[in-house]
């Protein structure tokens, strides 16, 4: 990634048979191939406190401002109340408005080429009592999360896909009560990656934080970290590569480290770490293109400049580049173009070409604007906007999916 100015050194200094080859199919697409760029960066994994303001490239007032060049190569409009979640391939997941008044929602699919939505769960496992939480979609796994709203009971599901469709029982991988958050999860390849973290008011909250991985052809399950606080951010799988924010130094303070993964080896070998100031705590946070991209939503007192509200794009020892808007969801991208979604619109920064334009959103959509379902590494940025009508009603949503 480049981080110098456009004019050269700014003044900030820079900136059986069958089932053997599917089983071996899907086992591949756990394991994936190893990222070249996934060698170990050699962190010293010290709190990055930065009160020099030539490590900090802010975008917005560096970078030249352009017309997007992005235009959407698929728009669909999808019925109020689908929320989509971009996750792999050319499917994404999505939760659906009800079908029926028996059931407040239900989960699927739908295909990004051709904008057909597919349902593939009408109602819960657990039946009566139960709502879909989440959801997410691989290239070979439909995952999801059931919850008893009274009881706040949860399930996380797992089931065969492919092609747009499911196969084979659902399997439950994991659950919990009360004292139990709701887990964060993403699909990779065929495998489930979640975090198990304790209620900060029940009576586990002393426990400590896991991150697992299930692999669906054989039902292992494995514990890839162990936090000893409960994790900061969703965990993204970008490539082969997955980011988790644990907290460390437990003994010193409440720090949280984003620490990147290589799922490609065997046992899991961490790539690379940058730990935040104390107390400063991450919205969001993904490792691409060999930097982590991360974003904070409120402003800390006395933490240097990654103590401030914003998007940072970098890793330890800087320098990062900066753009100081209100995040509102986590970083995508591809190569040196990232997409960030700040209060109203879609920020596009190139750190290459050092410019940023803005992704102009869908006529009479809500104040919020576009929302982006993509995450992490990604061919595509996928957004979605409910639109309203002449009155102001909502009767909609656009989906649109721009190659990046």
Request: with cysteine.
């Given at each position: 990634?480049?981080?110098?100015?456009?004019?050269?050194?700014?003044?900030?200094?820079?900136?059986?048979?069958?089932?053997?080859?599917?089983?071996?199919?899907?086992?591949?697409?756990?394991?994936?191939?190893?990222?070249?760029?996934?060698?170990?960066?050699g962190t010293t994994g010290e709190p990055q406190v930065l009160t020099d303001d030539s490590k900090i490239?802010?975008?917005?007032?560096?970078?030249?401002?352009?017309?997007?060049?992005?235009?959407?190569?698929?728009?669909?409009?999808?019925?109020?109340?689908?929320?989509?979640?971009?996750?792999?391939?050319s499917w994404s997941a999505a939760m659906f408005a009800p079908e029926s008044a028996a059931t407040p929602n239900s989960i699927g699919v739908f295909?990004?080429?051709s904008g057909s939505p597919v349902t593939l769960r009408s109602k819960p496992v657990l039946g009566a009592g139960y709502e879909f939480y989440d959801v997410r979609v691989?290239?070979?796994?439909?995952?999801?999360?059931?919850?008893?709203?009274?009881?706040?009971?949860?399930?996380?599901?797992?089931?065969?896909?492919?092609?747009?469709?499911?196969?084979?029982?659902?399997q439950k991988i994991d659950h919990g009560n009360g004292d139990w958050e709701p887990p964060m999860f993403?699909?990779?390849?065929?495998?489930?990656?979640?975090?198990?973290?304790?209620?900060?008011?029940?009576?586990?909250?002393?426990?400590?934080?896991?991150?697992?991985?299930?692999?669906?052809?054989?039902?292992?399950?494995?514990?890839?970290?162990t936090s000893p606080g409960r994790f900061a951010t969703h965990p993204r799988v970008s490539n082969d590569i997955l980011t988790i924010s644990p907290r460390v130094h437990e003994d010193e303070g409440t720090y949280y480290g984003m620490t990147a993964l290589n799922l490609a080896d065997s046992p899991h070998g961490q790539i690379d770490q940058l730990v935040l100031p104390a107390g400063v705590r991450p919205f969001e946070a993904a490792y691409l293109n060999d930097v982590f991209a991360f974003a904070i939503e409120a402003s800390y007192d006395g933490a240097g400049r990654l103590g401030n509200m914003g998007t940072f794009i970098g890793r330890e020892g800087g320098p990062f580049v900066y753009i100081?808007?209100?995040?509102?969801?986590?970083?995508?991208?591809?190569?040196?173009?990232?997409?960030?979604?700040?209060?109203?619109?879609?920020?596009?920064?190139?750190?290459?070409?050092?410019?940023?334009?803005?992704?102009?959103?869908?006529?009479?959509?809500?104040?919020?604007?576009?929302?982006?379902?993509?995450?992490?590494?990604?061919?595509?940025?996928?957004?979605?906007?409910?639109?309203?009508?002449?009155?102001?009603?909502?009767?909609?949503?656009?989906?649109?999916?721009?190659?990046?």
């Open positions: 990634m480049s981080l110098i100015s456009k004019s050269g050194i700014s003044r900030r200094g820079f900136l059986g048979g069958g089932m053997a080859a599917a089983a071996a199919t899907l086992l591949s697409a756990c394991s994936g191939k190893k990222d070249k760029g996934a060698e170990s960066k490239i802010d975008a917005l007032d560096e970078y030249e401002s352009v017309d997007t060049t992005l235009t959407a190569a698929y728009t669909w409009n999808l019925p109020v109340g689908t929320v989509p979640f971009y996750s792999q391939g295909s990004l080429s691989g290239t070979g796994v439909f995952c999801w999360v059931e919850l008893n709203y009274s009881s706040f009971a949860w399930s996380l599901y797992a089931q065969a896909f492919a092609d747009g469709q499911v196969s084979g029982d659902p993403s699909p990779y390849g065929a495998c489930v990656i979640w975090q198990k973290m304790p209620n900060s008011s029940g009576s586990k909250s002393a426990s400590s934080s896991k991150c697992y991985q299930w692999n669906l052809i054989d039902g292992s399950k494995t514990t890839l970290y100081s808007r209100e995040p509102a969801a986590g970083v995508c991208g591809k190569g040196t173009r990232f997409c960030l979604k700040t209060r109203s619109s879609t920020c596009v920064v190139d750190t290459d070409a050092q410019k940023y334009s803005v992704v102009a959103c869908p006529d009479r959509s809500l104040d919020y604007g576009d929302y982006p379902a993509s995450e992490g590494a990604t061919d595509n940025l996928v957004t979605f906007a409910t639109i309203k009508d002449a009155q102001g009603i909502p009767e909609s949503v656009c989906v649109r999916v721009f190659s990046l």
